[in-house]
């Protein structure tokens, strides 16, 4: 997605940090309702992936996901994907591309994923 006018600014990655970038568009509005109603843990979310988007110490709110969906791919680059719990309900899941050092936020949303109900 590329920056328009009136769009905030994100600032580059320090070189010990990870890109964030949404993979599609979908992700990019899903991102901004989320940020609206949970500002801080979206803020913290996105520290989490610069930071640590693999952590070796995972937790009910921040772990890789299971089955058939541990994996995803993008740009021909298969990744690990991982969710963050913002909120109670609210999501986000990325891929943790090693390759490239960047998260593909792959969903952002103050609802529960669809995916997940099976």
């Not at 993979?23 to 913290?44: I, M, V």
């Amino acid at each position: 997605m590329t920056p328009a006018r009136g769009d905030r600014a994100a600032p580059p990655a320090p070189e010990d940090h990870w890109e964030v970038r949404f993979a599609d568009a979908a992700s990019a509005k899903g991102w901004e309702n989320l940020a609206q109603q949970a500002r801080e843990n979206t803020y913290r979310a996105w520290l989490a992936m610069r930071t640590d988007p693999r952590p070796t110490a995972e937790t009910p709110r921040h772990h890789r996901l299971k089955g058939s969906l541990a994996h995803g791919s993008h740009r021909g680059q298969t990744c690990e994907q991982w969710q963050i719990e913002v909120t109670g309900s609210g999501r986000i899941w990325y891929l943790a591309d090693g390759v490239r050092r960047t998260c593909w936020i792959t969903f952002a949303g103050a609802g529960h994923p669809r995916a997940t109900d099976r």
